[in-house]
């Protein structure tokens, strides 16, 4: 049995059909000895009793955000200073909302406002609320404040439809709290370097050759590493927004390799995630180049950039481990295990860019993981912040057994 003497677990329950799976999770956590405390909202007991989850959790139940006049500790302080874990579930549009946007008019939102737990959300709804533009976006806004999020399945749903929106099965939200538990802060003082996004190689001042790569991937990982302790630098070609980070903005390769020489020295583990153009226009414009009308073709002469993992490994010392990213069309493991070959780098992560529902612009990626001592390892197709989670886990362990042999 996995123990969790000692942790102080609140489940937030929210006004949603699942809620009737909540009593399950309490007594796998009761059962696993933590404490266990429940913030209910109004909507949600009305879809299981505050007594049955008081009953399991063998403490009392809150509603109210002032539940009494001789109460004299502010119960959202209280519950978010002692809590070693905030999980949410179901977590319903309304509450994602709330959290994504500040508000706090409840005794659930104004204890996660307070919080400084880790926060995870198990959000459970019709899958046409699920995929509005709306609910996406707070996701994606809570995902890059450090918020994490156990994706529902997909299956039928209690209003009749067939789609993604049913909460994840209870077993995996247990185990994601065994994991959260057991792995502590793995990159705990290490300096991580990730470069992310997609070069311009500017030919005019409107006009460059660049790439569709949207960053989201390093985005992703830069999130996770700080939430398992790194000290992240990001050099990025694209407009990043990540606390407890340091934040470099370029935008060609060359730009990209100054702010590398100046970094990497600094870094332990350094990913390379960006998509760097193999070429630049060999001359630049200062002016618009204008369009010639009895001229019908553009002839420009490109030149090579340099391969910045080459020029930055030419220094790489024996405790750094030196990740990169190898974005194919085809042969992609080959593809990728001949780049590992020619490269001083530790590992290298190769994705299928042909897939539409992976990869550049996507929020879903499924990548495999080669190392260069020939171990491989695959990431199924899952969100970009779940593989970055993976991976960097997986990092952390190639770290770790280094050090010990």
Known sequence: MFDLTGKNIIVGVTGGIAAYKVPELVRLYVKSNANVEVIMTKSACEFVTPYTLSILSKNKVYTKLFESINEYDVKHISLADKADLFIIVPATANIIGKIANGIADDLLSSTIMATKSKVII???????????????????????RGYEFIYPETGELACGYIGEGRLADINTIFNRTKDFFNSGKPLNNKKLLITLGGTREYIDPVRFVGNKSSGKMGTAIACEAVQMGAEVTIISTVDVSLSNT???????????????????????????????????????????????????????????NPDLIKEMTLNKRDNQFIVGFAAETDNLIQNAKNKLASK??????????????????????????????????????????????????????????????
Do not use: C
């Open 122 to 144: 198990a959000p459970a709804m019709n899958v046409n609320m699920w995929n509005n533009s709306i609910v996406q976006e707070n996701i994606k806004k809570l995902e890059h």
């Open 246 to 304: 340091k934040i470099i903005r370029v935008e060609s390769a060359l730009e990209m390799l100054e702010s590398m020489k100046n970094e990497f020295v600094k870094n332990d583990i350094i990913i390379m995630t960006a998509a760097v153009a193999d070429y630049r226009p060999e001359n630049y414009s200062e002016q618009k180049i204008k369009k010639e009308l009895n001229n019908n073709e553009l002839v420009l002469k490109l030149v090579k």
């Open 344 to 405: 001083n780098i530790d590992m290298i992560v190769a994705n299928d860019v042909s897939r539409t529902d992976i990869g550049m612009s996507s929020d879903y990626n499924e990548v495999t993981l080669i190392f260069k001592d020939g171990k491989v390892e695959n990431i199924a197709k899952n969100t970009k912040n779940n593989v970055a989670r993976l991976l960097l886990k997986a990092i952390a362990g190639s770290i770790k057994y280094q050090v010990n042999v």
